[in-house]
């Protein structure tokens, strides 16, 4: 059971270059989310998922793009990458009957 | 504007020391969770608090809603290296039952040895 996993664990990108966040949980989890972490404002919620099929915007969704194929995968796309979108993006899942969520152990990209 | 505003940013004590940390807002919530994030990882939930005054205990750590539930207190009795790592509050917002967070921009906590 390996829980939240999230591929790559580091990336760097040049201005402009697209690319995909595979996230991957096993624990049969209807709900997903994509965070992502900068330094001094906690984590911010781009896109999230309530189940296989559907997607919504979160908090800060501008320059995203997310699907939802599988109920145990979540790709985040970044379609034209900005310096701006330089942080550390986090993956989570949670059932939908508690509101505990599980995170993964994190993507550092660095858009130059 | 933060929703939730966490205090202090950083602290830096030695080991042995007690210490509390503050999660506070102007809107009242429903619940509000505690999490704790180690370098490299991501963060775990330690606690949800849900009743207005209500104190939970998870060994050192003391949790705190206030009675209003617009603010959370995290206190650690004689704190370890081991509690070394970033504490954020978190609480959901919306509706439906979607699970989605917004987290205060946390306190890192250095326990030196």
């Known amino acids: 059971n390996a829980g939240v996993t999230q591929t790559p664990k580091f990336r760097v990108l040049k201005t402009g270059q697209s690319m995909t966040l595979l996230c991957a949980q096993d624990?049969?989890?209807?709900?997903m989310y994509w965070y992502r972490q900068d330094p001094g404002m906690g984590l911010r919620l781009i896109h999230y998922s309530v189940g296989e099929g559907t997607t919504a915007k979160g908090e800060v969704p501008d320059g995203y793009n997310v699907s939802r194929l599988k109920k145990q995968n979540f790709l985040l796309g970044l379609e034209s990458a900005a310096p701006s979108q330089t942080s550390v993006y986090f993956c989570?899942?949670?059932?939908?009957?508690?509101?505990?969520?599980?995170f993964g152990p994190g993507t550092r990209l660095t858009v130059l | 504007t933060q929703l939730l505003e966490q205090s202090p940013q950083f602290l830096s004590i030695q080991e042995g020391e007690n210490l509390t940390v503050y999660c506070n807002s102007s809107?009242?919530?429903?619940?509000l969770q505690w999490y704790r994030q180690e370098p490299g990882e991501g963060p775990v939930l330690l606690v949800t608090v849900v009743t207005g005054g209500e104190v939970k205990k998870l060994k050192r750590l003391t949790f705190q809603f206030g009675d209003a539930r617009k603010d959370s207190s995290l206190h650690i009795t004689a704190a370890q290296p081991g509690d070394t790592g970033l504490y954020l509050c978190a609480v959901e917002v919306g509706s439906g039952n979607t699970g989605k967070l917004i987290f205060g921009q946390g306190t890192t906590l250095q326990v030196k040895p």
């Open positions: 624990m049969n989890h209807e709900y």
């Open positions: 809107s009242v919530f429903s619940s």
């Open positions: 989570a899942s949670k059932p939908s009957s508690t509101d505990t969520q599980y």
